[in-house]
């Protein structure tokens, strides 16, 4: 593992099993009564987010705290961002303070590699989501959800995705989520296609590791995986389809597109959901839809790339299994 982790490019194929395989040890601490290891016990996190999250700052503060970590949360409103403060300055204080973590999230792309690459902080950098360009942990987690469903919890042990075919549909242009989920699933064998209009398709996306359809019934019966991505109408600044109901007809996901899918299939979303758009409530709740384990998953993803940035190295998973029976 390297020092920080700001792209889902930077993982090898044994970089991300190991972290998916932590990841199922670390999933056994949420099963136990007390869920807690004393891994980082001593060391301070700061969650630094300069943008509104939900489920991200909350998975996050979970994994920090499950590991013993001291927590110090950090957003943007109300802090001295508001009255003008740098990215620099605000470094330079964490590191005043003699933080061992940052977990970043910004609005501007390439705000977590600045901070891992300059002199203003000496701590380990983690990234959250800048701007349009990665969310590393957001496709570790929906790997790992991949990986439970469509290999198997203990089957799926130091295995990797190859042969598998994931469908990503929607706002691929302003998605984070998309470019992350492209590198590593590429990274770990599978096979990625892009459903969009063309308007929602970026420029340059012949270069990326992945097939482009603009028809999503044509690619739904081949797909182990279908993820359906929110329209980010906060990112927009104009307008890329004629109307809601004409996007949700055209590339929204619903019962009778879903009994397309082959019976094995799971239907994915990185939240939050847009119900009646995007997908419908029908597929949001049906049993094949892996939301809320996404969010589950995503506790233990966290924590597994926090024990072995902060943590340890290679022996990882057997220093977990082993700390884990000692605790029991």
Known sequence: MQRHLISAADLTRDDAVLILDTAEEMARVADRPIKKLPTLRGRTIVNLFFEDSTRTRISFEAAE???SADVINFTAKGSSVSKGES??????TL?????????????ASGAPYRLATSDWIDAAVINAGDG???HPTQALLDAFTMRRRLVGRDAGIGQDLAGRRITIVGDVLHSRVARSNVDLLHTLGAEVTLVAPPTLVPVGVETWPCEVSYDLDSTLPKSDAVMMLRVQRERMNAAFFPTEREYSRRYGLDGDRMAKMPE??????PGPMVRGME????????ERCTVVEQVANGVSIRMAVLY?????????????????????
């Open 308 to 328: 072995l940035l902060l943590g340890g190295n290679e022996p990882a998973v057997s220093q977990a299994r082993t700390t884990a029976t000692e605790e029991k």
């Open 95 to 107: 590191e005043a303070m003699g933080v061992d973590a940052v977990v970043i999230r910004h609005g």
């Open 279 to 286: 997908i419908t409530a029908e597929v949001a709740d049906s």
């Open 132 to 134: 349009t360009h990665q």
């Open 87 to 92: 990215l620099k300055d605000t470094a330079q």
């Open 264 to 269: 094995h299939a799971i239907v994915m979303h």
């Open 65 to 67: 705290k499950r590991l």
